[in-house]
């Protein structure tokens, strides 16, 4: 059961019809603890808290990925995704121009790392709910 919720997920996130907080709560509550994406592949990797992964493939186009990372340029693609004036869709296309070639979710650690090409990261940790 838990997968196929994941899949629906992954689709709509990429679709850009939700947010990224709706999209970590619904992982959280069918047992993801952490996924990692790859640009590169085209493909996102979901780890359960019962030691299994399940791997969905990327049906929007990443675009290119920069050659150099660019982190203020990563931080702006955040910022957007974080205050929802930048959807799924959008993010993915300006995080590639930034130089991202992953990123690893830890979604019950509160925090993401992005990698660039040549071992860059930036991590960031999950904005604090509001009062």
């Given at each position: 059961?838990?997968?196929?919720?994941?899949?629906?997920?992954?689709?709509?996130?990429?679709?850009?019809?939700?947010?990224?907080?709706?999209?970590?709560?619904?992982?959280?509550?069918?047992?993801?603890?952490?996924?990692?994406?790859?640009?590169?592949?085209?493909?996102?990797?979901?780890?359960?808290?019962?030691?299994?992964?399940?791997?969905?493939?990327?049906?929007?186009d990443?675009?290119?990925?920069?050659?150099?990372?660019?982190?203020?340029?990563?931080?702006?693609?955040?910022?957007?995704?974080?205050?929802?004036t930048?959807?799924?869709?959008?993010?993915?296309?300006?995080?590639?121009?930034?130089g991202?070639?992953?990123?690893?979710?830890?979604?019950?650690?509160?925090?993401?790392?992005?990698?660039?090409?040549?071992?860059?990261?930036?991590?960031?940790?999950?904005?604090?709910?509001?009062?």
């Amino acid at each position: 059961m838990s997968k196929h919720v994941i899949d629906e997920l992954a689709i709509a996130t990429q679709q850009g019809k939700m947010t990224f907080p709706q999209v970590v709560q619904g992982l959280l509550e069918v047992g993801v603890e952490s996924y990692l994406v790859d640009f590169a592949v085209k493909q996102k990797t979901h780890y359960l808290a019962d030691g299994t992964a399940h791997t969905v493939p990327m049906i929007l186009d990443p675009g290119p990925i920069a050659a150099e990372f660019d982190n203020a340029g990563l931080v702006a693609a955040i910022r957007g995704a974080q205050a929802d004036t930048v959807r799924y869709p959008e993010f993915v296309k300006r995080s590639t121009s930034a130089g991202v070639i992953g990123y690893w979710a830890f979604l019950t650690g509160r925090r993401v790392i992005y990698f660039g090409r040549k071992g860059e990261q930036h991590i960031e940790e999950f904005p604090r709910p509001k009062a």
